[in-house]
């Protein structure tokens, strides 16, 4: 049937459409929609063969056309429809078992469709306010008697949204439209195959399938989904088994982790504990060291104690006797005072002894009172350490 030209937009009461299902209607038949539908397309002619089959089987379909004393078994995969196998429409045979056996295991669960022959359908566009897209069956229902010559209880029909104009908040939709007489007069020479059916379309102009469904709701063949939320738990339970199996390989982990960490602390204090010790070796080191080193630089005090009191005359007393920085200072009571720093001289341990400061007579005790200094020699191979008399005696 040819298509009238469109009418003017029915009077409905004002409603708000809904987000979603204002963007749902824009992303119909938008470009975007266009790209995508073509980008997949593309990506789907990189896989092979057998992977498009499988995603395609959502839209795979047998159809059945009616051609004289046959039913010609049409098969539809990707978009692309052929011609796969010719039955007989034979009275009293049992076409449906034919039919299966045709089709065979690997295409025996495709819905079956009815495809009548073009010019059968009336097409009518209308414009509808957006809001009435979210019941457009029911709206589109209201509307036949006033767009089409028949009412809603004489035709099968469908609609779909064709275009959104988002500036007038309207929508096109096409109304698809069968007499119900030539309906029941297209399904009669199918006979049994009639009670399979999931759907009637039609061809256009051009030859192409509508891809609208013209039969009544209540009579589609509604497809058995038991094994598809088998095979939905059986894919959840795998999932949650992933899941489950992740989190306990990431909780092992946690687990090594933490006793790593604590491995690690030991060992940090471990390493803090011999840095110490290396320190404090360090410090006993040095300390060593310098007693080395202050031994090796001085000679020992007593040998120059034993060296100074076997150089001293009986004429001499010592009062005090002392060390600083190197020289040795001597205070005491003589006689002979001034002959102390050539007794002195001679010795291996001690250089440039001289008196200090001037000579005090002392009436009481009938001496003169000397303070006396020299300088420590370097201990050396020749030097005796020990204050051997026999080998640093006076002159």
Same mark, same amino acid.
């Given at each position: 049937m040819s298509s009238p030209s469109n009418a003017s937009a029915p009077t409905l009461p004002a409603r708000t459409v809904s987000p979603f299902a204002a963007a749902r209607l824009r992303y119909a038949g938008s470009g975007l929609q266009k790209f995508l539908s073509w980008w997949g397309g593309e990506l789907a002619a990189l896989l092979p063969p057998r992977w498009r089959a499988l995603f395609a089987q959502g839209?795979?379909? /047998?159809?059945?056309?009616? @051609?004289?004393? =046959?039913?010609?078994?049409?098969?539809?995969?990707?978009?692309?429809? !052929?011609?796969?196998?010719? /039955?007989? &429409?034979? @009275?009293?045979?049992?076409?449906? $078992?034919?039919?299966?056996?045709?089709?065979?295991?690997?295409r025996i669960?495709?819905?079956?469709?009815?495809?009548? *022959?073009?010019? %059968?359908?009336?097409? !009518?566009?209308? $414009?509808?306010?957006?809001?009435?897209?979210?019941?457009l069956r029911e709206v589109v229902g209201f509307e036949l008697d006033r767009q089409t010559p028949f009412r809603a209880d004489q035709v099968a029909y469908d609609c779909r949204v064709v275009g959104i104009d988002a500036a007038s908040k309207m929508? #096109?939709?096409?109304?698809?439209? &069968?007499?119900?007489?030539?309906l029941e007069a297209a399904l009669v020479p199918l006979g049994a195959l009639a009670? %399979?059916?999931?759907?009637?379309?039609?061809?256009? $102009?051009?030859g192409r399938p509508l891809r609208c469904n013209l039969l009544p709701p209540e009579r589609r063949q509604r497809r058995d989904h038991?094994?598809?939320?088998?095979?939905?738990?059986? @894919? =959840?339970?795998?999932?949650v088994a992933?899941?489950?199996?992740?989190?306990?390989?990431?909780?092992?982990?946690?687990?090594?982790?933490?006793?790593?960490?604590?491995?690690?602390?030991?060992? #940090?204090? %471990?390493? !803090?504990?011999?840095?110490?010790?290396?320190? %404090?070796?360090?410090?006993?080191?040095?300390?060593?060291?310098?007693l080395s080193n202050k031994r090796a630089s001085e000679p020992p005090m007593l040998a120059v104690l034993a060296d100074v009191t076997s150089r001293i005359p009986d004429n001499t007393f010592l009062e005090?006797?002392?060390? #600083?920085?190197?020289?040795?200072?001597?205070?005491?009571?003589?006689?002979? =005072?001034a002959g102390l720093v050539a007794r002195l001289q001679s010795s291996p341990l001690l250089r440039s002894p001289s008196l200090s400061g001037s000579l005090q007579p002392d009436p009481a005790a009938k001496r003169d009172r000397f303070t006396l200094a020299a300088e420590l020699r370097k201990p050396?191979?020749?030097? *005796?350490?020990?204050?051997?008399?026999?080998?640093?005696s006076p002159p």
């Open positions: 839209r795979a379909r /047998v159809l059945y056309v009616v @051609a004289g004393d =046959a039913v010609e078994l049409r098969l539809e995969d990707e978009g692309s429809e !052929r011609l796969f196998t010719a /039955v007989p &429409l034979e @009275a009293g045979a049992d076409i449906r $078992a034919r039919v299966d056996a045709k089709l065979g295991p690997n669960e495709r819905p079956r469709w009815l495809l009548l *022959p073009g010019g %059968q359908v009336l097409r !009518r566009k209308i $414009a509808l306010p957006l809001s009435a897209t979210e019941r929508a #096109q939709v096409e109304m698809l439209v &069968l007499p119900k007489e030539r009670t %399979q059916l999931s759907g009637v379309d039609a061809r256009d $102009a051009e038991r094994t598809l939320w088998i095979n939905l738990g059986l @894919a =959840a339970i795998a999932l992933i899941v489950f199996a992740l989190g306990q390989i990431l909780d092992n982990r946690l687990k090594a982790v933490a006793e790593l960490e604590e491995q690690v602390k030991g060992r #940090q204090e %471990q390493a !803090r504990a011999v840095t110490l010790l290396s320190k %404090q070796l360090a410090e006993t080191s040095s300390g060593a060291d310098f005090r006797f002392s060390e #600083q920085e190197g020289s040795i200072y001597l205070t005491g009571l003589s006689t002979d =005072a050396d191979a020749k030097t *005796p350490a020990n204050g051997d008399k026999r080998a640093a």
